[in-house]
């Protein structure tokens, strides 16, 4: 029987192999090797039924450099290698699954005439190691210890690498092997079966997001940015791909890349409200205040619901109230460095202009706060944190002088 699995606490699926109809499924090859075979390849055989692996090697590959194109030797060279490894280590057993593999299809080229013996062992093999895996994932999945979780995942991972060996065009084996490696803690060996899987097409959502996941934690962000792009260029409207995309950005100090790619989304898709989004807190970052309103109001238009956007839209009205105080505050500095050298009149202009400035930043600190406060509701009935827009609506209440307001939100904002 076969099994499908899922993995925690990621949610990965290990796909189970797919049924084959073998009319001859236990066959058993007969030895290739037939009595008028030469000696040397009769001794190699005693050797493998003595289990002397070493000279049975030694044999074969020397008959293999003076006669190479003699499909008998690769045979037997094939038979050699499994049965080593069905008797070593992981890292060993997949030295002798790769060679068993070649040795097979070496077979093939020189025989091609008679394939099907060959064709069944290869399927045997295969179907034994993906088992194998599926078994011990099963395993994994059950046991409590930490340790033997983790050593039966990793077996499961070399299992299902050994049967993507024996059909390196099969999908489900990289996958598994992917996703056996990462529930086994070791997300490096899941880097190469990942990239195997989306260059064998049809990709999913997930292979570019946990491949690129793994190259920024294992500090490979140029990597990511390259695959994240990819991700983005063939699924343009998930979010996951997006935040990584722009967080690999920001690991390579891409910054004016990510604004200039988000722009030029921008103009292609004005109603994709992710990309508004992005481009909008992008421009938040680098202080481009005007810009960054006018995207995320875009965003805030187009789904209203969404929690971020109407809050940085709330931050980037402040933080530009904030600029045009500091504007206020130079002015006011300048007029009390010169004031005994200005007339009452000029005193009274420069006043003015401090007064009007003083007014555009509150008018700003206003219409940051119906979009705060929709961010506090929407954060409430999510059961989201909203202490951060508490925050930023008491600054904005105490620069409008909305003191009933403000008390409403001092313990939310923990003041």
């Known amino acids: 029987m076969y099994y499908a699995m ?43 039924s003595d289990l002397n692996y070493e000279e049975a090697h030694a044999i074969v590959e020397a008959y293999i450099a003076e006669k190479p194109e003699e499909h008998r030797a690769y045979e037997l060279l094939a038979r050699l290698h499994k049965a080593q490894a069905d008797t070593t280590d992981w890292e060993v057993y997949l030295v002798h699954t790769e060679g068993m593999a070649a040795a097979y299809r070496k077979v093939l080229e020189l025989r ?72 086994g803690g070791d997300q490096e060996r899941a880097i190469g079966p990942l990239k195997k899987a989306l260059e064998m097409g049809q990709p999913e959502i997930d292979w570019y997001v946990y491949l690129g996941r793994i190259y920024i934690t294992s500090e490979r962000v140029e990597e990511a940015v390259d695959v994240l792009e990819e991700g983005v260029e063939t699924f343009g409207d998930n979010e996951d791909l997006q935040s990584l995309l722009l967080a690999a950005y920001a690991e390579t100090g891409q910054h004016d890349r990510a604004i200039e790619r988000y722009r030029d989304r921008a103009v292609a898709m004005p109603d994709d409200r992710i990309t508004r989004y992005n481009l ?49 505050v130079a002015l006011d500095e300048a007029l009390r460095a010169q004031r005994d050298s200005l007339s009452q ?60 307001k403000l008390a409403g939100v001092e313990a939310c904002a923990g003041y």
């Open 6 to 48: 899922s993995l925690p606490p990621a949610n990965y699926t290990v796909i189970a192999m797919k049924r084959i109809t073998l009319l001859v499924a236990l066959f058993v090859m007969v030895a290739a090797v037939a009595p008028a075979a030469s000696a040397q390849l009769r001794r190699a055989e005693r050797a493998l």
């Open 112 to 183: 091609p005439r008679d394939p099907g013996q060959v064709g069944r062992e290869l399927l045997l093999a295969y179907q034994n190691a993906f088992m194998g895996g599926v078994d011990a994932f099963n395993e994994a999945q059950a046991v409590a210890d930490d340790a033997s979780r983790e050593m039966l995942f990793m077996q499961a991972s070399y299992q299902f690498q050994a049967a993507a060996l024996v059909m390196p065009d099969s999908l489900d084996p990289h996958l598994n092997w992917a996703f056996a490696a990462i529930s």
């Open 280 to 328: 909008g807190s992008l421009l938040l970052q680098s202080e481009q205040y005007d810009e960054a309103i006018e995207h995320l109001q875009a965003a805030v238009g187009i789904d209203s619901t969404h929690i971020d956007s109407h809050y940085n839209l709330g931050a980037a009205y402040i933080n530009k109230a904030t600029e045009v105080q500091e504007e206020a």
């Open 345 to 404: 009149e000029e005193i009274d202009a420069r006043q003015e202009e401090i007064f009007a400035v003083e007014d555009i930043k509150r008018g700003l600190m206003a219409e940051a706060i119906p979009y705060l406060e929709r961010a506090r509701e929407l954060a409430v009935a999510t059961g989201n944190d909203p202490s951060a827009t508490c925050r930023a609506l008491y600054q904005a209440y105490a620069q409008t002088d909305q003191m009933e």
